[in-house]
């Protein structure tokens, strides 16, 4: 068979046949690879007649006489209906969601019909002879800073301007590593919330977390933030025990499960590293008597606000909850018995979200379905909890929180809405400067043909989701908007191909979502980025993401009158060396260790390289008056604080400091491209979160970005 069919196929799917690696080579996708992403976009291509019938698909979808069910526009702009069996001159109605309409007739532009400009935004319905579908009309950006810092002027009563060009901080932080007396071994929405207003009494405006995505309660060892069963729900090992019921409640637990529980509750609260495989299990099975305790007051009317609660959680969740109760509860079922990872392995009749046997089985075990959808309640109460403190506390922003870039194709959303995911293919990203062998994350990814088809539901309840408690999302690997690296399962990461995505269908709905739950939105832009890409991001009201150690011109470091604007900064992110750590070279010790190092180097040229790099930041720094003296040795103190003086005089409204930076810490978070060799996801800080604002690192750190965050011209 020619490949020519197959290459056109693949092109007009939306699948490049090439690619640029990071040194700037012309690189080829292999008609191999490109037949395991057609079909897994269900586009047969074994044979001629196939990939014909394929592209009659494809042609069929993008020329279709029907409108797809949902389109999206941006408020005072017309709207191209090209494609449709749509003419000129057609009567339309547009019912808004608020209230109230607007009718007329399709217009004529350069010969192609579009629908006039709609200023209200919202989700409205549009009427266009027989056909009815949905009509996003998004606002021209996504909610900002600026109208965070209105909404909390106007909220508070407040009479005092607020920044016409935002000069915000804020502090960013890995939940499973905050430290409390009675946390159990993990951090806690509790300790989250205490965390909130200590960081606002020192001035912060926002609190950046790692990812709390609904993780699997039945494997232990899977506690990768980034790795979620589901990003609809929430992880429920972060759940303060004592939150539940009171702590007396917990004692009572504690005391029915025999004194080891307690013995070794206190043990892994002491422990440096988080033994996730014991403090997960210890925590289930805490949780699982105060759910027993639970029940037996609603069953006495003594729990009857809480039970009423309850119920009405349950009912709102609808479906979507009852599917992932569900899930976890098969997943437990099938794991305790060894049959299996993947919901794959399952029976056949038990693979369908909507089969009779999953209700068969939902009825033959109720408890356990709503101990599942209890454990979503308890942690929706606890991180909500959290948000209300850090505004009550005093920030205009609040938590900002972190949407993975996939979820497990083993997990719950995987399997609940299996009809819009990409079956048997993996994102990842090619090889680049950072990582040298690229990277195969082993998530799944929406499929853009169903989510089209769909009308985009299963990405709006996702976003609804991770926005529904949070005053701000920051977005992982936001070059997922416009193209995916994909990787067939099992391949290596340089065997995969992009596929293209409605970037400007995600970005309108991304904005329109941002204004209704009044959240900011950030990209993770970092890596290979399409021309143009941070152009469109910052058209639509995200902020980028600028890091002190990438912003350099060849082996300069930039001043800050040279960063970009529209970003948020900071001094790391969890996937790169702390500064301390940076300074020191420990990074290049754990690759070189671990054979990391990219093809050629060594660690004595790599160690010469990071002296060089060192002195280009010194020198940054003494430019920009932020520090004086002569060049320290690697294991002499980091320049911490005159790092953040530099980054505090930029123009990036909103500059974040890592907890790991603000304590000079020397270990980074995660080291891509390993998983058991490398203690990822493990590491806690060294205090709990009650003594940060005694400890005189914090304080220096903290001090000297709050004092370069000089507030700059002001509107009423």
């Not at 897994?40 to 279709?64: F, K």
């Not at 399997?415 to 062998?437: E, F, I, K, T």
């Not at 002190?548 to 790169?576: N, Q, V, Y």
Request: charged residues 15%; aromatic residues 6%; contains cysteine.
């Amino acid at each position: 068979m020619s490949d020519t069919l197959l290459f056109e196929l693949a092109t007009a799917a939306g699948i490049s046949r090439h690619w640029i690696s990071a040194d700037g080579q012309a690189r080829t996708v292999t008609p191999d690879i490109l037949q395991v992403l057609l079909r897994a976009l269900e586009l047969p291509c074994a044979t001629p007649e196939e990939i014909l019938q394929s592209r009659a698909a494809l042609a069929a979808e993008a020329d279709s006489a029907h409108l797809p069910p949902l389109l999206t526009a941006r408020a005072g702009q017309a709207l191209s209906l090209a494609g449709s069996t749509c003419q000129p001159g057609m009567p339309y109605r547009v019912q808004f969601e608020q209230g109230g309409e607007q009718v007329g007739q399709l217009e004529s532009l350069q010969g192609a019909t579009r629908l006039p400009a709609v200023v209200h935004w919202g989700y409205h319905r549009l009427q266009v002879g027989d056909q009815e579908v949905t009509l996003a009309v998004a606002p021209a950006r996504c909610f900002g800073i600026t109208d965070a810092l209105r909404q909390q002027a106007v909220t508070s009563a407040c009479t005092q301007p607020v920044p016409l060009a935002p000069r915000l901080w804020g502090v960013a932080a890995q939940l499973y590593s905050l430290r409390r007396d009675g946390g159990g071994g993990m951090g806690d929405y509790s300790a989250l919330a205490d965390l909130a207003q200590r960081a606002a009494a020192q001035g912060a405006a926002a609190l950046a977390i790692s990812p709390v995505h609904a993780l699997f309660n039945a494997r232990p060892r899977h506690f990768s933030p980034y790795s979620p069963s589901s990003r609809l729900f929430l992880n429920a090992w972060h759940i303060d025990p004592a939150a539940v019921l009171g702590e007396d409640a917990l004692a009572q637990a504690l005391t029915t499960l025999g004194p080891q529980a307690a013995q070794q509750r206190a043990r892994l609260e002491q422990a440096e590293m988080v033994d996730w495989p014991a403090a997960s299990t210890l925590q289930m099975q805490i949780l699982r008597q105060l759910f027993r305790q639970f029940q037996a007051q609603c069953s006495t009317g003594q729990a009857a606000g809480l039970d009423a609660d309850f119920r009405q959680f349950c009912q709102q969740g609808g479906d979507a909850l009852h599917d992932h109760a569900c899930f976890e509860a098969l997943d437990a079922h099938f794991h305790a018995q060894d049959q299996g990872s993947h919901w794959r392995d399952w029976p056949t009749e038990l693979q369908d979200p909507r089969a009779a046997a999953v209700k068969q089985f939902a009825a033959q075990y109720p408890d356990e379905i709503a101990f599942h959808s209890f454990l979503q309640w308890q942690a929706a109460r606890g991180l909500a909890a959290a948000q209300a403190t850090a505004r009550q506390a005093g920030m205009p922003i609040g938590l900002i929180a972190d949407l993975a870039v996939g979820a497990e194709t083993s997990g719950s959303q995987a399997w609940s809405r299996q009809h819009a995911m990409l079956n048997s293919l993996s994102v990842g990203a090619p090889p680049d400067h950072m990582n040298v062998l690229g990277q195969n994350w082993g998530l799944g990814a929406f499929s853009p043909r169903a989510l089209r088809q769909q009308g985009y539901a299963p990405y709006l309840e996702m976003l609804r989701a991770v926005m529904a408690r949070a005053g701000g999302v920051r977005i992982d690997h936001v070059l997922g908007l416009a193209r995916l690296w994909l990787v067939p399962e099992g391949a290596n990461a340089t065997e995969g191909a992009y596929l293209a995505y409605p970037l400007d269908d995600l970005l309108n709905l991304i904005a329109l979502e941002s204004w209704r739950h009044r959240t900011i939105v950030v990209g993770e832009d970092l890596g290979t980025v399409p021309e143009g890409f941070r152009e469109r991001l910052h058209q639509a009201g995200l902020l980028g993401i600028g890091v002190l150690l990438f912003e350099r011109e060849g082996t300069r470091f930039k001043s800050p009158a040279e960063w970009p604007s529209g970003i948020s900064a900071t001094t790391t992110t969890h996937d790169t060396p702390t500064l301390a750590g940076w300074w020191q070279g420990r990074d290049i010790g754990w690759r070189s260790r671990l054979e990391l190092l990219a093809d050629g180097s060594s660690e004595t040229e790599e160690r010469q390289l990071r002296q060089t790099d060192r002195s280009a930041l010194w020198q940054a720094l003494i430019d920009n008056a932020c520090i004086t003296g002569p060049l320290p040795s690697p294991d002499q103190a980091a320049p911490i604080a005159s790092a953040l003086c530099l980054l505090g005089q930029t123009a990036a409204p909103l500059v974040m400091l890592p907890l790991e930076d603000a304590l000079a810490l020397a270990e980074q978070p995660n080291l891509p491209g390993t998983v058991e060799v490398h203690p990822n996801w493990c590491r806690r800080l060294p205090l709990p979160v009650a003594q940060l604002d005694q400890d005189p690192t914090f304080i220096a750190n903290v001090t000297a970005l709050r004092d370069a965050r000089v507030p700059s011209l002001k509107i009423l």
